[in-house]
């Protein structure tokens, strides 16, 4: 393909937003109170959020606002435990709200990789799903704004990945053909598969190694971003 512009996703490819999701809610847990069992809801929260997330169109809903979903698993967990309280929930929603701001960080091969594309000549694109708030606060934070010819935010455009609308907005504003398009990101559904839907070359970041079984392995896996700067 002849490369014209480059499209990439937010979270776990750029940016480590995952790696201590469980420890910030573990120790958000200490912030219930007196008269709370803060294992026991840790335990129950690591419960309800996999339950919240596990549904498609709970997920589509609500990773908008994200700090109300996670007041809403931290209620869930509450009511589990016998602590049922809306109050507690948004203390400890709160504060895994500041530890995982906390603890995000740029992935060692982010910056090497938009700068060695940018010094190419290739207009860059971001197209992340979620909280425009908290994704446009991420930006800020790790200084990425002033690298993308274009943002599409989900909680900004109104509709998110793996929606093609996405795709075809982020084409049209850096004036490029989908043909010469590549997108990359570590959601095999979104990233690849959603591109491919809008004519787009979809590149999986597979950090893990975790391979598919499926057909659709046949896409490009990476492992590292380095391979795309590399190019």
Request: with cysteine.
């Amino acid at each position: 393909m002849r490369l014209r512009a480059v499209l990439f996703d937010l979270d776990d490819t750029l940016i480590d937003y995952t790696g201590a999701v469980e420890a910030c809610w573990d120790a958000a847990c200490t912030r219930a109170g007196a008269g709370v069992d803060a294992v026991a809801l840790a335990r129950a929260i690591h419960d309800a959020r996999r339950w919240f997330w596990g549904d498609a169109e709970r997920h589509a809903r609500e990773r908008i606002d994200m700090l109300g979903a996670w007041t809403k698993i931290a209620a869930l967990a509450l009511e589990r435990i016998g602590r049922p309280s809306q109050a507690t929930a948004r203390v400890v929603a709160s504060d895994f709200a500041e530890r995982r701001a906390a603890t995000t960080s740029l992935f060692d091969d982010a910056l090497p990789c938009l700068g060695a594309l940018r010094a190419r000549g290739l207009p860059l694109g971001l197209v992340t799903n979620g909280d425009a708030r908290m994704q446009r606060e991420k930006l800020v934070r790790h200084d990425l704004g002033g690298l993308f010819d274009v943002v599409v935010i989900e909680g900004e455009f109104g509709v998110g990945k793996p929606d093609v609308a996405v795709y075809e907005h982020a084409l049209r504003a850096l004036g490029v053909d989908a043909a010469d398009t590549m997108m990359i990101g570590d959601n095999f559904e979104w990233d690849v598969a959603g591109a491919a839907r809008a004519g787009i070359t979809g590149v999986w970041l597979d950090r893990a190694g975790e391979g598919r079984a499926d057909a659709a392995s046949t896409a490009r896996t990476i492992r590292t971003l380095a391979e795309i700067a590399g190019d």
